[in-house]
Every structure is written in structure tokens, then in C-alpha cells.
């Protein structure tokens, strides 16, 4: 009977059959650059599947927290601009020793499980990541009595106290050049902001005018598999039918905002014309 084998990484993009080329042994042929399609970093996305439920619950009480975790939610996902936190699978060794020569063998081997994980962002006129995250890091402890409120939640009887009511769930991966296939997918659960970035946009020097790049730190659980990679590539699928990226289709505002012929408010002059 046949052994049926899983593939671990099915969805992902399938390397090129390159065993037929020499590559770099002896002389390279450049003149057959199909052999050096080399993985390309650059393409990451990031989707911001779930926010908290006391979060979610804040939000349908007031229009402003609604307007404001929005506003969060959109800038976590569309100004996304990188990651970093991914660690290696490692493993670790045991030694055979007859006393006069050694052979190391791995014995166990490590992935990473709870870790931190950092994404950058400009922050935006009305300090929308550091109130979202003040918010959130004052509702599950407040800091001068730490005890958990969920800002007033849990008193007025409108949400129970529970870690499960705390989490953010991410789903990121990284694309080919084409942006069309998966190269690598994550989903990272269980995720929770460690700080709010007050210090990054309250510490300032008279004159000294910059925007603010903030780094917002997450701890979580990053989790891979072939189904999280199939729910990248539905993401993806969506990303792709609803995201312009060839500037030639792209309707920019100003097209659709200009003015027609003659119509600039400027001073409009025509040349004179013989008539007979």
C-alpha cells in the first residue's frame, strides 16, 4: 500500500526545475538567466484579522473610540511597512565520544514559539497608534492600581474578564515580485502590544520638526502550516482584485478632479481668425 506524503509547503510558490544548468560550476552562461531566479525580499503584507473584544465592545459603545480603532485597523494593514521577529529553526546536539575522537548529532531540534515582534509605521496627526495602544494597555491593567477594567466594561456588566478578550490576530506573509504567489505565510495569534509609544511623539526639542517612526511591539505566537498558506493565498487573491499596481490603470484623484478645457479659471485667449 502507498504511503501517502503531505506537502508541508503546499501553496507556496514551487522553485523552478533548475537540475539541467551548471549554475556557477565551470563557465556560466549568462546568456541563460533561467536558471538565476533568485527569492526577492520586499513584498510583505500584513492582515489584522481580529482586535480585542473589549476593544471590538469599546468601539460599538462610542462613535469617537469607533472612529478611532477604524482609523488603527486601516493603518495597520494599508501602511504597513515591514516586520521583524522571525526567528530560525535551530537544533541542538549530543556528543559520541570513544575517548579519542567526537561525532556531534542533533537531538532536538527548536522553533520559535512566544516571541516579540516589532512593525514600523509613521505615526499620524492625532497620535492614532499610541492612543489605540494606551488605550488598550490602560484597560487591562490601569497603571496606578493595576487592576483590569477594560475602561469600564467589566463594570457596567458588558464584557467578563478573560485573556481570550485580549488577543489581536495577525495573518502575514511575504509575495514574489509578481505579487501573486506566497512565498511564506504566518499566522500569529495570541498577540498583544507591549507598549504605547507615548515617549516616541511626547519627547521633542523646540525647532526641531520630523514626522515620527514608531515601532510597535507585539508579543504573539507565530504559527505556519500549508492551511495558513492557503488563507494567504485567499488574501491575496483579494489583495490583487482590489489593489492597482500597474501606475498606468491607476485612476489618480487629480484626473478625476480636473478641470475641462477652457474651464482652468485662468485667462482664457483664443487666437483671431481671418473671416470673410
Given at each position: 500500500m502507498a504511503?501517502?506524503?503531505?506537502?508541508?509547503?503546499?501553496?507556496?510558490?514551487?522553485?523552478?526545475?533548475?537540475?539541467?544548468?551548471?549554475?556557477?560550476?565551470?563557465?556560466?552562461?549568462?546568456?541563460?538567466?533561467?536558471?538565476?531566479?533568485?527569492?526577492?525580499?520586499?513584498?510583505?503584507?500584513?492582515?489584522?484579522?481580529?482586535?480585542?473584544?473589549?476593544?471590538?465592545?469599546?468601539?460599538?459603545?462610542?462613535?469617537?473610540?469607533?472612529?478611532?480603532i477604524d482609523n488603527y485597523r486601516h493603518i495597520l494593514e494599508y501602511e504597513f511597512k515591514g516586520i521583524s521577529g522571525f526567528e530560525d529553526i535551530t537544533s541542538e546536539t549530543q556528543e559520541i565520544n570513544n575517548g579519542v575522537s567526537n561525532l556531534q548529532l542533533i537531538t532536538k531540534v527548536n522553533m520559535q514559539s512566544a516571541s516579540q515582534f516589532s512593525m514600523r509605521y509613521t505615526e499620524k496627526s492625532g497620535i492614532v497608534l499610541a492612543k489605540v495602544h494606551e488605550l488598550y494597555l490602560r484597560g487591562i491593567k490601569d497603571p496606578k492600581t493595576q487592576v483590569k477594567t477594560y475602561n469600564g466594561l467589566i463594570a457596567d456588566g458588558l464584557l467578563e474578564p478573560g485573556y481570550e478578550n485580549e488577543v489581536f490576530e495577525f495573518l502575514y506573509f511575504m509575495t514574489d515580485n509578481t505579487v501573486r504567489g506566497v512565498e511564506k505565510a504566518y499566522l500569529i495569534v495570541a498577540a498583544q502590544p507591549t507598549t504605547a509609544t507615548l515617549a516616541e511623539v511626547s519627547n521633542g526639542e523646540r525647532g526641531e520638526i520630523q514626522w515620527k517612526e514608531v515601532d510597535l511591539q507585539f508579543n504573539g505566537i507565530p504559527l505556519v502550516g500549508p492551511g495558513i498558506t492557503a488563507k494567504a493565498r485567499e488574501f491575496l487573491d483579494w489583495v490583487n482584485k482590489n489593489t492597482v499596481f500597474e501606475e498606468a490603470k491607476f485612476g489618480y484623484?487629480?484626473?478625476?478632479?480636473?478641470?475641462?478645457?477652457?474651464?482652468?479659471?485662468?485667462?482664457?485667449?483664443?487666437?483671431?481668425?481671418?473671416?470673410?
Open positions: 504511503t501517502q506524503v503531505n506537502n508541508m509547503f503546499a501553496g507556496t510558490i514551487t522553485p523552478r526545475d533548475i537540475t539541467k544548468y551548471t549554475l556557477f560550476r565551470g563557465v556560466t552562461d549568462f546568456s541563460n538567466l533561467i536558471q538565476f531566479n533568485n527569492f526577492e525580499s520586499g513584498y510583505p503584507f500584513l492582515i489584522l484579522l481580529s482586535i480585542p473584544k473589549f476593544l471590538e465592545q469599546l468601539r460599538t459603545q462610542s462613535a469617537d473610540y469607533m472612529h478611532l484623484k487629480a484626473l478625476s478632479e480636473m478641470p475641462k478645457p477652457g474651464n482652468t479659471g485662468g485667462i482664457d485667449a483664443a487666437s483671431p481668425r481671418i473671416t470673410y
